[in-house]
Every structure is written in C-alpha cells, then in structure tokens.
C-alpha cells in the first residue's frame, strides 16, 4: 500500500516520522476520515471545512491548501486502486525539542494520509445491527474539534466489548448520551420522531449526522434536536448511529436490553438506504 507523508508518495514500509513529531508526544493533531464509494469521495468539502475549523480552534498551521489535498486524496485513491473503502487524513504540528508551549511559528506540520480498502455498503453488522453498552464520558470537554486525542473512546470501545457489546455509548453527568466512541447517536421514538442531541462542544459534529438530519427532514420525517437519556434509550422504537465510515448502523440493545425488536427498524433502514443512494450521486 502506497501512504503519503508529508509531500512523498511512498510504500508504508518505507514512510517515516520524526519521534519529536508533536502528534506523537503530545496528541497534537487533528483528522478526518473520508469514505470512498466507487472509487470516488463522499461528502469530501464538509470534511475539508471540519479539517479548517478543526485546525483554527488549535492553531495549527494549515499544511496545504483544499485543491492539493483533494489531489492527495485522488492520487492516493487511484495508486492503491481504492472502489470501497476510507481515506484517512492526519495533520500534526510537526516535529520540534519537547516542549508544552508551542514550537516557533516556522515549524511544518506534518501531513499523513493513508487508505484502507473496507465493504461499507453491505456491512454484516448494517443487516444485523449492533449492540451498545454505556460508559460516563470521561472525554474533554472539546469534543468538536476532531483532535488525535483517542484514548479514552478506545478504553470506552475496549469496556463495551468487555461486556459483550460492540461499541459504547458514552453518557454524561445527567444521564443523557453524549454519542458513540467513534459516531452519532439517535432514537426514534413511539412517535416515530428521530430525536438526536443538539451541536456543541460536548460532540463531535459529524458529517454525517448532518445530511441524514438532512435527508429525514427530506422523507418528512419529524427531527426533535434535544439530548435523550439511557433510560428514553432503553423505551425507545429504533436506535442507530451514523459516522463517515458506518453510514446509517442500526443499534439493536443497550446494556444488554433490546430496543424494538431487536432487529433494524424500519427507519434506521430506509434512511441508510436514502443515505447511501444520495452518498453514491453526490461523490466527487
Ligand atoms: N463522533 C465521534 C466522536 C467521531 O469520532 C465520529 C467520526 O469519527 C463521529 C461522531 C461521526 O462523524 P462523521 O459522520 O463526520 O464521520
């Protein structure tokens, strides 16, 4: 597999970063993970200005402008003959002697990105649907800038699978789900509103989350934007999660209880399958 680093197009073998490198020391850094239907890009200007946003909120200088990293993309897409699967994207604020302050303003950041050949549309878990435990979320409290910081939701993901789930739900101090370790959370309930939590620094805002939010209102389906508990959770009709990489993926229990039926619901169905089709027209 051919990766880029930092202006090189190389085998992963062969690709290299400084142990002084800020990401590695210090998590200082951001991301974007991009789907790839059909060889082409999903959603991919959204995600350039989550990269934007994501960079300003830590001032990282910006590495390269939108047209060369969408040609980054492009060229790695077509080297590693890439029709289905991620594109991964890291910036770092470079390498530099260890310090907490910021190293001087002349410092390159550092550019990654790499490809990962993987089914999204007809996943196992999208036909069965997953289960979820729920962890407090013991994350910072500037979950919307899509930081390198990862630990805690892999010690969340590591605790779920403990108990036989397949992701967590984290859930903060009032009992309301905050969102997944690596993905938005939704119900719907007996009324069949699709209800999801409101944007702010306690969630990432996901690309994603933003056109089914989109697409629902489209099939004239009823959005309530207000935070749920575990316990709404656990009464609830349907419940899913949505992330670049997962699409729409229908939950079927928390904590051991089944939502619904305990299959996928009919919601969480037809709005992946409106996803994906909107997803395939739509990519560049
Ligand atoms: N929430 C968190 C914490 C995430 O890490 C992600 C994606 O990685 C999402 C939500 C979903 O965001 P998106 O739909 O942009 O992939």
């Not at 990269?51 to 790695?76: F, T, W």
């Not at 899509?146 to 699978?161: D, E, R, W």
């Not at 316990?231 to 992330?243: D, G, I, K, L, M």
Request: with cysteine; glycine share 8%.
């Amino acid at each position: 597999r051919t990766v880029y680093v930092n202006g090189s197009y190389v085998a992963q073998e062969e690709a290299k970063i400084s142990v002084f490198d800020r990401g590695f020391l210090f998590a200082d850094g951001v991301y974007e993970v991009t789907a790839v239907l059909g060889g082409k890009l999903v959603d991919f200007a959204p995600h350039m200005q989550r990269l934007r946003r994501s960079l300003s909120e830590l001032a990282l200088p910006s590495p390269a402008g939108d047209e060369e990293i969408l040609s980054i993309h492009r060229e790695l897409t077509e080297r590693n003959r890439l029709v289905e699967g991620l594109i991964y994207l890291q910036v770092t604020r470079g390498a530099a002697e260890r310090d907490f302050a910021y190293p001087p303003e002349d410092t390159k950041p550092s550019l990654v990105l790499f490809t990962q050949a993987k089914t999204l549309r007809e996943t196992p878990a999208s036909k069965t649907g997953i289960a979820v435990a729920t962890v407090p979320d013991l994350r910072w409290k500037r979950c919307d800038i899509k930081t390198v910081q990862l630990l805690y939701p892999s010690m969340a993901k590591m605790a779920a699978k403990a108990k036989g789930a397949d992701d967590a739900w984290m859930v903060d101090e009032d009992g309301f789900v905050t969102e997944g370790t690596s993905n938005n959370a939704y119900i719907v309930t007996g009324q069949g509103k699709l209800v999801t939590r409101h944007l702010s620094h306690d969630i990432l805002h996901g690309i994603t989350r933003a056109a089914v939010i989109q697409l629902a209102e489209a099939e004239g389906i009823d959005v309530e934007i207000r935070p749920f508990s575990v316990e709404e959770a656990r009464q609830a009709r349907e419940a899913f999660v949505t992330s670049a990489s997962g699409f729409v993926m229908p939950v079927v229990s928390i904590d051991g209880e089944t939502i619904g039926t305990g299959t996928p619901g009919t919601f969480s169905r037809r709005l992946r399958a409106v996803y994906i089709a909107e997803a395939e027209k739509s990519a560049i």
